[in-house]
């Protein structure tokens, strides 16, 4: 059974990094057939695809957010993290991580076949 945690802090303040992490059991993210996604969901708003590292570790960035964000991964313990520089509140959300094998780049639901469960960040003084 393949499962996804995030982890991380849910209280950040503004100007500093948010960092989260995603575990991930039963697949290995070097498997060739997925990559491995960060998205989001700010309050009232819809789903923004944040970046995604594949299996062989190759790395793509929304381009809304990519001077900001840096994913990596550490393969001995399955896990790839999300840092999001310079924090603000309109980066206030649900994180989540997920595995998929569609579109680079895609929010549809379907196109993942794996989701954690979500963590609510936010960004305040």
């Known amino acids: 059974q393949v499962q996804l945690q995030e982890s991380g802090p849910g209280l950040v303040k503004p100007s500093q990094t948010l960092s989260l992490t995603c575990t991930v059991s039963?697949?290995?993210?070097?498997?060739?057939?997925?990559?491995w996604t960060w998205i989001r969901q700010p309050p009232g708003k819809g789903l923004e695809w944040m970046g995604a590292i594949t299996g062989s570790g190759s790395i793509f960035y929304g381009p809304s957010l990519k001077s900001r964000t840096s994913i990596s991964r550490d393969t001995s313990k399955n896990q790839f993290t999300l840092q999001l520089t310079s924090a603000t509140p309109e980066d206030t959300a649900v994180y989540y991580c997920?595995?998929?094998?569609?579109?680079?780049?895609?929010?549809?639901?379907?196109?993942?076949?794996?989701w954690g469960q979500g963590t609510q960040v936010t960004v305040s003084s």
């Open positions: 039963g697949i290995s993210l070097t498997h060739d057939y997925y990559y």
């Open positions: 997920a595995g998929g094998s569609g579109g680079i780049g895609s929010t549809r639901k379907d196109e993942y076949d794996y």
